[in-house]
């Protein structure tokens, strides 16, 4: 009777946050942006505007109604995944998988499923991917672990910087692989080892894109700040003074052509004003230099780099204002259930404290602390690598930072089977 009475609140628990983010979104307008072009074309190899996953889905569901709907119903299952998952590992089952059904249904989440982007299949991707690292916990087979490298993989593969994901999953599979000598684990190594460098292809086809992105941080971050500025002209960037206060967009048909042969605008994007302002020598340095010295400056100078990502915080962590990316959504849940950032990292460290110091194993302590620590590379690496939109492009880390805090304090009270399988 109780496991009748469990199942039923899981089967109605799903089927209300199916109904509450159809109405959120089913029936609304389908918002479409410049970016939008590139994830409707899907390019293996050669020019890629996108990485694959999402075009991938674009191109299977081929109207903008089936990717709304699309949008919905994977992100259910993937917040129902991760949700049952954790309430395997958990003592208090039904309050952990309510918990991370609510955070699914928040508007920072669900508010992207009406928006032709990556962002609403980023974060169903990540936490598929989150849930399939349950599932292995939960119960090591051969199916759970090929499970999980496919999720890995998919999540991996939405954004560059996501990659650092396949390095960490790789590092982590070899080295159970050398320690069991299990024919699985490395089969699963083999398979990341030739995801990254299938990733590593995507990036190198991701030059426009990149190039494109690489003018909107140097109009931000680099050409307002005199010291920045100097140190870039001190490492070849050419001293233009009109790049300074060149700011905003142009139409495309503006830019000269021997620097549109230069940068490649990607299809449907128009063209920041520092483009045509810094010429031919602008272009020929950020293609051949720009990022390779901009990651020295951001190791270079840890100061300035982390004053940079906390001052972001608030407006992408926190989440605070929806105005950076116009939407008209239906109805949904208060959107300050998602907000106080600093809530969330007490959680998470309150989390982490059970673990180590309560919990009857400490490899589950272990586990998140790597999630975290993933999280805070990648989110620093998006704001650092972005110029514009920062809440947008950090959305699906802002969303991990909650799942793991929920899944931490979750699985701190584990239940005596599930501590026996993680030990």
Not at 189 to 203: N, W, Y
Request: net charge neutral.
């Amino acid at each position: 009777m109780q496991h009748i009475r469990d199942s039923l609140f899981f089967v109605t628990t799903t089927v209300l946050a199916l109904v509450v983010r159809t109405l959120a979104s089913v029936g609304q307008p389908v918002a479409r942006f410049p970016d939008s072009v590139g994830y409707e074309t899907l390019r293996l190899w050669g020019t890629v505007d996108r990485f694959w996953p999402v075009p991938l889905m674009y191109s299977i569901l081929q109207s903008d109604v089936s990717r709304v709907v699309g949008h919905i119903v994977i992100g259910v299952a993937a917040w129902t995944w991760l949700a049952y998952a954790t309430s395997r590992l958990s003592q208090w089952s039904k309050s952990s998988f309510a918990a991370i059904m609510l955070l699914g249904l928040t508007p920072q989440v669900i508010r992207y499923d009406i928006a032709l982007l990556s962002e609403s299949f980023g974060i169903s991707f990540t936490v598929a991917a989150i849930a399939a690292t349950m599932q292995v916990l939960i119960s090591r087979t051969r199916v759970s672990l090929f499970v999980w490298a496919g999720a890995v993989v998919v999540a991996a593969m939405v954004r560059p910087t996501h990659l650092i994901i396949l390095v960490i999953a790789i590092c982590v599979v070899a080295v159970s692989a050398i320690r069991t000598r299990q024919k699985d684990a490395t089969i699963v190594a083999v398979v990341l080892t030739a995801s990254v460098f299938f990733g590593l292809v995507q990036l190198r086809g991701h030059g426009p894109t990149s190039l494109l992105n690489f003018y909107t941080v140097l109009a931000e971050r680099v050409m307002p700040n005199d010291d920045r500025y100097e140190w870039f002209v001190a490492r070849g960037m050419p001293d233009i003074e009109a790049t300074r206060t060149a700011t905003g967009y142009d139409y495309d048909y503006e830019l000269p052509v021997d620097v549109a042969d230069i940068v490649a605008l990607p299809v449907g994007q128009q063209p920041p004003t520092l483009m045509r302002v810094g010429g031919v020598d602008l272009a020929r340095w950020a293609d051949d230099d720009g990022w390779r010295h901009y990651v020295t400056y951001v190791v270079t100078h840890p100061g300035d780099t982390a004053s940079r990502v906390i001052d972001l915080f608030d407006s992408t962590i926190g989440a605070r204002s929806s105005k950076f990316l116009p939407l008209d959504n239906g109805p949904m849940i208060p959107w300050f259930l998602f907000q106080w950032w600093q809530f969330w990292i007490v959680l998470l460290g309150l989390g982490l404290i059970g673990h180590y110091f309560f919990s009857p194993t400490r490899r589950m302590g272990h586990i998140i602390m790597v999630m975290t620590a993933l999280t805070a590379v990648i989110y620093s690496a998006t704001v650092l690598t972005s110029g514009i939109e920062h809440p947008r492009h950090a959305v699906t880390m802002s969303v991990v930072l909650r799942v793991i805090a929920i899944v931490s304090i979750a699985t701190v009270s584990i239940r005596p089977q599930a501590s026996q399988k993680t030990t």
